[in-house]
């Protein structure tokens, strides 16, 4: 294998890593993580992994030294990064939905709106994210970085933050109150423009994305199949949810068809007995790991 033939691949540590090499595996990589090594181990001769920061994975994408990887659009905003954005990949450390950076008083603070910050004192990850916000509102304010543990700052270090929530609960378990969001943020899997121009590498990541997109868009789904007599078609075809198109096949016998669907999961054990009671026969839910439009 000549030197060119690799792509290097950053993967997120910390927070993300975790539901990164989830994603990974449930697409086809065996992607393993080991004990005080930063390189993790791919089962592609021809991907090199790298363990790195997502706060810091678009500077090293955009100036080449990863062809590409998995970061926060906003570490791409953060850092001002110039990258290609190759997807969208909706998955989090918690859940399956976009983290919020919000602004966050205690709850005893008199700040009630974005005018009340000026001349306050603001602590956060993301300087240059919220400069820019509050740039957007006409107002000055103090904005310091924060290395972490940025709930605990306000009110003896700082009159307000500026963090990521999920969920909210530790805003409220430290009596935080959320003034306003800034900012949504999904996970990007970002490319370097210069590998971009590389064939090869272009290729090697367009087939990457699509196994990830992929498994995510098989998340919560589950397919169904049956044999069905055709005089109860139409009926076992009513049962089933009106945006789903089954595949119908021939079978042996004429008079029966076989009818495979794809359906949410949470209410397959809501729709099996039903199924049934149509006149569906020899019911077979099975799992999928990747669905590909």
């Known amino acids: 294998m000549s030197q060119e033939k690799v792509l290097r691949l950053g993967i997120p540590a910390g927070s993300l890593q975790d539901a990164t090499g989830e994603l990974f595996r449930k697409a086809g990589y065996k992607l393993v993580f080991q004990s005080r090594s930063y390189y993790p181990t791919i089962d592609d001769p021809e991907i090199h992994c790298t363990l790195i920061r997502a706060q810091e994975m678009p500077r090293y994408v955009q100036d080449g030294s990863l062809d590409c990887g998995l970061t926060g659009f906003d570490w791409i905003q953060e850092n001002n990064a110039t990258v290609t954005e190759l997807a969208e990949l909706i998955f989090s450390k918690v859940s399956r939905r ?145 945006l789903q198109k089954p595949t119908i096949s021939s079978l042996s016998d004429p008079s029966w068809v076989a009818v495979n669907t794809i359906l949410d999961e949470s209410i397959v054990r809501h729709i099996i007995p039903q199924l049934s009671q149509a006149g569906a026969r020899g019911i077979v839910e099975y799992p999928l790991n990747k669905i590909i439009d």
């Open 98 to 242: 976009p983290v919020r950076w919000v602004l966050a008083v205690p709850e005893s603070s008199s700040i009630k709106s974005v005018a009340d910050l000026n001349g306050k004192r603001i602590a956060t990850e993301v300087v240059n994210i919220t400069q820019r916000w509050l740039a957007s509102h006409g107002v000055q304010a103090n904005v310091e970085f924060s290395w972490g543990a940025t709930e605990v700052k306000p009110p003896r270090f700082a009159d307000a933050i500026v963090d990521v929530t999920e969920t909210g609960s530790s805003l409220r378990a430290n009596q935080l109150r959320i003034v306003a969001e800034l900012m949504q943020s999904t996970t990007r899997f970002i490319a370097c423009p210069a590998s971009m121009e590389d064939p090869w590498k272009r290729a090697k990541m367009a087939d990457m994305v699509l196994m990830l997109k992929g498994a995510l868009a098989s998340e919560g789904k589950v397919g169904l199949m049956m044999n069905v007599p055709k005089a109860a078609l139409e009926k076992v075809l009513q049962v089933l949810p009106a």
